[in-house]
């Protein structure tokens, strides 16, 4: 990308993983078209994604990962740009920020930058209560390439960042996050499934008091610290599944091993 003066700026690579994500992905796909570059990862995806995809220009690029960590690493490696955004397919990059985000690269203060998020449960916008594995304030979305590393792991893996994180953008980035409460129930369960292989797996076998302990404190701290209630049922809803996802993930983890014959 040019300046006009022929000198060469910065780049920005757009990066979407995704899982048959379809009915998503292009919607997605549509608010990044200014970036000067669009790389999709498909990871096992039987639908019509990468149909959707490389209509919208973007360069896919599919395979299969087990874990998140290495999945996002691969579409990091794909990333051709000076510049990364990381999006979801349920994600939307809102003209405002888009502006932002090229302002930040264009003269850039840090080498990762936060990005605010709006987070909506169906088509409502829903301000209070998010947080632990619902959803979060803001995001580490934008960053100088080779500046973010993703870590081990099925769910929520550890980042790591080399450089100065910045102050976040101000243009928050719209996140579709459920469409509704029996989503939300997907969710949790697919969440914690793959959170009690985790434990698992690395013999972090969680136990009853430590789970009773932390259902009390997230619920609390949703609802009450993070002002679920301002949200009427959605807020209570927020709180209830951010309560049950420790107590979920050590009932998993206490049944599997019982059925298998013990701790591992």
């Not at 794909?78 to 985000?101: F, K, M, N, Q």
């Amino acid at each position: 990308m040019s300046d006009g003066s022929g000198v060469k700026g910065p780049t920005l690579s757009a990066v979407v993983i995704a899982r048959n994500e379809a009915a998503q992905l292009g919607a997605c796909l549509a608010t990044l078209r200014f970036a000067d570059e669009i790389v999709c990862v498909l990871d096992r995806s039987t639908d019509a994604s990468a149909e959707i995809a490389r209509r919208a220009g973007a360069r896919v690029v599919e395979g299969a990962w087990e874990l998140e960590g290495p999945r996002r690493n691969a579409g990091l490696d794909a990333c051709t740009g000076s510049w990364i955004l990381e999006v979801d397919a349920d994600e939307r990059v809102t003209p405002e920020l888009a502006g932002e985000v090229r302002a930040a690269i264009a003269s850039p203060a840090a080498d990762v930058f936060l990005v605010p998020m709006a987070n909506h449960i169906g088509a409502r916008l829903v301000r209070h209560g998010w947080g632990a594995y619902n959803g979060v304030a803001a995001k580490p979305m934008l960053f100088r390439a080779g500046a973010k590393r993703w870590g081990a792991g099925r769910v929520h893996p550890k980042v790591a960042f080399t450089g100065a994180i910045g102050a976040p953008l101000h243009a928050t980035m719209d996140h579709f996050v459920d469409r509704d409460i029996s989503d939300m129930f997907r969710r949790l369960n697919r969440y914690t499934d793959l959170a009690a292989l985790d434990a698992i797996e690395a013999g972090a076998t969680p136990t009853l008091r430590s789970a009773l302990r932390r259902m009390l404190s997230r619920g609390w701290k949703s609802y009450v610290a993070r002002r679920g209630y301002r949200e009427g049922a959605d807020g209570v809803a927020l709180a209830a599944f951010s309560a049950l996802y420790p107590l979920l993930i050590y009932l998993k983890v206490a049944t599997r091993q019982q059925f298998e014959g013990g701790p591992r």
